[in-house]
C-alpha cells in the first residue's frame, strides 16, 4: 500500500523555492485539486529551499523514477500505440511503410493516406513534426532529428499529462474542471492588466513572446502550419498551469526553466513572482502568434523571436518596480 502511494508521487511538483529560492510562486496542497477555482493568489510559500539538489534525493531517485517510467507506461500504453501507429503511416510519405502490405493494418494505412481524414489527422496527431523514420530516403539530418525527438516528446507529454486528463476530468467532475480554467483566466487577466505599470513589464512578457517563437521555429521544423499543432497544445499547458501546479512531467518542465530564465534576466528582481507570470503570460501569446509567423519564412520565427527577445531583455531594464 505504502508502495503505491509512494510511486503515484514520483512526480508531484514541489515549489519553486525548492530550486529558484529567492521566487515566489503560487503554490497548493494538492496540486491535483482546485480547491476554490477562483483562487489565484499565493496559498504557501516556504522560505528555505526544501532540499539543495535532485540527485540522491528519495524522491528523485534512479529507483523512483524507474517505478515512475513503468508506471506511466502502463497507464498511456493504449495512447502510445496508437500514436506510434499513426506516426508510422501518416509520416510514411519519406519512406515506404513496412507493414503497408500486412491484412487489416495494411488496408487501414491505405485508407489514411488516400482518404479525407488525411490531414486533419497529420495535424491533429503531430506527424510531421520530424521524421519517424531512420531510412536514408527520410533524408534525417541532426536538426530534424531534434525536431522529431523534441516535438514528439512535448506533444505525447501534454497530451497524456493534460489534454487526456482535462478530458477525463470533464466527464467525471465537469464544474471543477471548468473552474480550473476560470482561475487561469483569472490570472491571465490580473497578469495581463500589470504590464501597464512599467516598461519592465513589457519586457518580460517581450522575451516570453521571443522565446516562444524562437521554440515555435525549432518544433515545426519549418514554421510551416501543418506542424502547428504541438504549437497551440504547449500554450494550453502554460495557460492552464497559470493558476497552480499541474500534475504533469511536460508542466514541471516548463516550470523549472521558466523560472531560471526569469532569474538570468538582467531585470529581475527578488521574489520576482509577476515578473514570471509576465514572461509565461508572453510564452501563451508567443505559440499562437508563431503559426502566423510562420508564415513568412523557414526560419522566419528563429529570426523575429530573437529581435523581440533582445528587445524584451533591454526593456527589462526600465523603470523596475518591487515585485
Not at 55 to 66: A, F, Q
Not at 203 to 222: Q, Y
Not at 234 to 258: E, H, N, Q, T, Y
Not at 303 to 312: D, F, K, Q, S
Request: net charge positive; glycine share 8%; charged share 20%.
Amino acid at each position: 500500500m505504502n508502495n503505491d502511494k509512494e510511486s503515484s508521487n514520483l512526480l508531484e511538483i514541489p515549489d519553486f523555492n525548492d530550486m529558484e529560492e529567492d521566487m515566489e510562486v503560487p503554490t497548493y496542497d494538492d496540486p491535483e485539486i482546485f480547491a476554490n477555482p477562483q483562487q489565484t493568489e499565493k496559498v504557501t510559500v516556504e522560505s528555505e529551499p526544501k532540499f539543495a539538489g535532485i540527485v540522491g534525493k528519495p524522491k528523485y531517485s534512479l529507483k523512483n523514477i524507474r517505478r515512475y517510467g513503468i508506471s506511466y507506461l502502463k497507464r498511456n500504453m493504449i495512447f502510445l500505440i496508437v500514436i506510434l501507429l499513426a506516426w508510422l503511416m501518416l509520416g510514411s510519405y519519406d519512406y515506404d511503410f513496412p507493414l503497408a502490405g500486412v491484412p487489416i493494418i495494411g488496408n487501414l494505412y491505405s485508407f489514411l493516406i488516400t482518404g479525407p481524414l488525411k490531414y486533419p489527422l497529420i495535424y491533429l496527431t503531430a506527424a510531421y513534426n520530424g521524421p519517424m523514420g531512420f531510412y536514408i530516403k527520410s533524408g534525417l539530418t541532426p536538426y530534424t532529428f531534434l525536431v522529431a525527438i523534441t516535438a514528439k516528446s512535448a506533444y505525447i507529454l501534454a497530451m497524456t499529462g493534460v489534454v487526456i486528463p482535462s478530458i477525463k476530468g470533464l466527464i467525471k467532475d465537469r464544474n471543477n474542471e471548468i473552474g480550473k480554467y476560470k482561475s487561469s483566466s483569472l490570472k491571465f487577466m490580473e497578469t495581463l492588466k500589470s504590464i501597464t505599470s512599467n516598461i519592465s513589464s513589457i519586457g518580460f512578457i517581450l522575451s516570453g513572446l521571443g522565446i516562444a517563437l524562437v521554440i515555435s521555429n525549432l518544433l515545426t521544423r519549418n514554421g510551416k502550419i501543418d506542424k502547428t499543432f504541438v504549437l497551440l497544445l504547449l500554450a494550453l499547458v502554460l495557460f492552464k498551469g497559470l493558476a497552480g501546479i499541474l500534475p504533469s512531467a511536460l508542466d514541471f518542465i516548463i516550470r523549472r526553466l521558466m523560472a531560471l530564465f526569469t532569474r538570468l534576466m538582467p531585470g529581475y528582481l527578488s521574489n520576482g513572482t509577476k515578473q514570471y507570470d509576465q514572461l509565461r503570460l508572453g510564452a501563451i501569446i508567443g505559440f499562437p502568434a508563431a503559426i502566423i509567423v510562420g508564415g513568412f519564412g523557414e526560419y522566419t520565427g528563429y529570426m523575429i523571436g530573437a529581435i523581440i527577445l533582445l528587445v524584451g531583455i533591454l526593456f527589462s531594464l526600465f523603470k523596475r518596480e518591487k515585485a
